[in-house]
Structure formats: structure tokens, C-alpha cells
């Protein structure tokens, strides 16, 4: 059954190495962009029952309880098999937690991004360890247990050493999920911005190298595993049962339906684009005109293995696919980066670290 994506645009401060489209916005638009969501959900026609909601952002857990009830009420089917919320650390109560669970709420992704206070200070984080430790504990006090701690490779002034405080932070804590993401150079964000201009500012010039970014996330797949928690896509590792249902739906190409500002959706034929900033997103809903300012067909066969293959599993390949493909599966697979066994096909551990190149000509053929 298809999920259900809702963004929240909202911050209370832009993170340097952020590069979605969210920020510290003016607090008069969130009224507005609340009764924008209710408008625009409300006025769906389901012609199906979701299976898994996610609030994403921007930082939704800043979202007034009395507003995320009434955001999530609009939707059909509840309870969800999954609902997330993506929260920043810094505010949650025991009590915002069970409010969280009384709408609806099944699972918390927390940005933590680093334990270690240096890195934390340079990239615009308010939080601290303690205060990672304290709202867990908040969590699982109110009965959110499927938690998920999300770490970035790559931050400014990062080490071997600091790599392995936060990851020995993560084996106390014990979550039963953890993303880690490689630092995204590129523009849309200032520290990308910064990096690419050869800057000082946002601690650019302390960014490690690629080579060792790398090594950090190599040395967070083993640690990971070690503690019983599998990679199980490029960037998320679980325990058994906790993987994220409504993020497999990306990768597997299952339907899903987006709401709010650059929300996307994909119907399993087209894929479509909202507007991408909250205030073009209140206007055009508020105007009774569609969110959606895009609209292109899907290339399925080209993104079943750009999605497909950082699962995991990777793909099964069907007879067209063996033959369509034959040369590069063959480069790839000489060359160590993807393991063909009859006609499963997956990235290797070394291919992971060069999953783009890979994809990129999958796209190109």
C-alpha cells in the first residue's frame, strides 16, 4: 500500500550543511502553512488506504501538538503500520512524546548528526550528548521505542577519533536504527557553497578528505554491525523488524504521495513536485490552485537500479535487463564493485563507496 509524505519547512536555525529546502522562516507563515496542509490533504480523493505516514522537514517536532493532530487527523486508515516524525533534540518531554503517540505517531528519527560538542558547534546544532541521552530515555519513558539516530561523515574538524566517540555513543544508547550519511558537497547548502569557493567560513577548510570520509563510513558499517545493527540501504542500518517501511517504499518504487512545500509524489507512472517554497505553496493553495508545479513520467527501468541497488539485496535481473545491461554489469563486476550471483545483482561493499559512478551508467545506457 502507498505512504503518505508531509513536509514541514520549518527550523529554528539553518544547519551549514543542510541543502533541502527549509529554514528559519517567518513565524507568522506557519499558521497559514498548517491550514495550507489541511486544505490540501483534505481535498485528496483516496482511492487507497496508506500504510505508512512520514513528516519530514525542516524539523516537524517543533510543530505545535494542537497543529500536528490536526494535520494528521486528515488522513485516512489510522493507525498507520509506521508513522514518523523527524525531530531535532532539544525540547523533548515526556509529555511531547505522548502527545506525539495520542496523533498517531509509531517512530522518531532524530538529527543528531555527531555526540562530539566541537562538531556540533561548527555546523549550527544546539544540542548536546546529554541531552541525546535524556530524550531518549523521554522517548522510551512515554513508549517510543523505534528510534532512529541519524550521524553525518564528513563535518567539519571530524576524526577517527571523534567518528568513534559518537559511534560508542551509539552502542549505549542502543537505538534500533541509525542512518549515516557522506558529507554532500554542493552549493545548496553554505558549507558545500563554502567548500566549493575554497572558503574558510563554517569550518571549511577542517572538512576531511574524501578518503577518509570514506574510511569513517566503513568503520561505522563494521561498528554497526558488530553492535547488531545491518546495513541494509547505502545509508541506513537497522536491527531486525525496525528498517523504515515508509523509506523502503522509495527504493523499492512502491507509490507514495507527498504534501507541503517541494513535496514529491510518485503514482507508479509519473512522478510530481510541489512548490518548492512554503510561502508559493500557501499562496497557490490558498488560491485553490495545485501545490503540484511539476509533472514528468517516470523512468522506471532507469530507476528501478538507481534505487534498486542501494538496497542491500540489490535487484533481480530480468532476462531484457541481462542483455540490455551485459557490458556494464560485466566492467562492474570485474572490476569488484557489484556481485552478480544467477540473476540477484548487488553492490559490493568497495561498489558502495562508488555507488554514483555505478548508477550513473545503468542511467546513461
Not at 509509531?106 to 535524556?134: M, N, P, Y
Not at 507514495?256 to 512545500?261: M, P, Q, S, V
Request: glycine share 10%.
Amino acid at each position: 500500500m502507498p505512504g503518505v509524505y508531509i513536509s514541514y519547512p520549518f527550523c529554528s536555525q539553518k544547519c551549514t550543511y543542510c541543502n533541502f529546502a527549509s529554514g528559519v522562516l517567518p513565524k507568522a507563515l506557519e499558521g497559514a502553512y498548517v491550514d495550507a496542509l489541511v486544505r490540501e490533504i483534505g481535498g485528496y480523493e483516496w482511492p487507497w488506504q496508506p500504510e505508512t505516514v512520514y513528516l519530514g522537514g525542516g524539523t516537524p517536532s517543533n510543530m505545535a501538538l494542537r497543529s500536528l493532530e490536526k494535520v494528521l487527523a486528515t488522513i485516512p486508515a489510522r493507525p498507520w503500520r509506521e508513522a514518523t516524525i523527524e525531530a531535532a533534540p532539544g525540547g523533548i518531554a515526556r509529555e511531547v512524546a505522548e502527545g506525539w503517540i495520542a496523533s498517531g505517531i509509531t517512530r522518531v528519527s532524530l538529527g543528531v548528526q555527531s555526540f562530539v560538542q566541537g562538531e556540533l558547534s561548527r555546523t549550527g546544532r544546539k544540542h548536546t550528548a546529554e541531552i541525546v541521552a535524556d530524550e531518549i530515555g523521554a522517548l522510551r519513558a512515554a513508549g517510543l521505542d523505534n528510534i532512529n539516530v541519524d550521524l553525518i561523515a564528513g563535518l567539519p574538524g571530524q576524526t577517527r577519533e571523534s567518528w568513534m566517540e559518537s559511534l560508542h555513543r551509539i552502542e549505549k544508547l542502543a537505538p534500533p536504527h541509525v542512518s549515516v550519511y557522506m558529507l554532500e558537497v554542493d552549493e545548496d547548502s553554505r558549507l558545500g557553497n563554502e567548500i566549493l569557493l575554497n572558503g574558510k567560513r563554517y569550518g571549511a577548510p577542517e572538512v576531511p578528505s574524501d578518503g577518509l570520509i570514506a574510511e569513517l563510513y566503513e568503520t561505522a558499517v563494521g561498528e554497526l554491525a558488530r553492535m547488531g545493527i545491518e546495513r541494509y540501504e547505502i545509508s541506513n542500518f537497522a536491527r531486525p523488524g525496525f528498517e523504515s517501511l515508509h523509506n523502503l517504499k522509495y527504493w523499492r518504487l512502491e507509490p507514495y504521495l507527498g504534501f507541503g512545500a517541494d513535496a514529491h509524489s510518485f503514482d507508479g507512472e509519473s512522478r510530481s513536485q510541489n512548490a518548492e517554497s512554503a510561502q508559493e505553496y500557501v499562496d497557490r493553495v490558498g488560491n485553490g490552485r495545485s501545490a503540484c508545479v511539476e509533472s514528468v513520467a517516470a523512468r522506471r527501468d532507469e530507476e528501478r537500479f538507481f534505487v534498486g541497488l542501494r538496497l542491500s539485496k540489490g535487484v533481480q535481473l530480468r532476462t531484457d535487463e541481462e542483455v540490455r545491461f551485459r557490458k556494464p554489469i560485466r566492467r562492474f563486476v570485474s572490476e569488484g564493485l557489484l556481485a552478480q550471483d544467477g540473476r540477484n545483482l548487488r553492490l559490493t561493499d568497495r561498489g558502495v563507496l562508488f555507488s554514483n559512478e555505478v548508477f550513473a551508467e545503468f542511467i546513461e545506457s
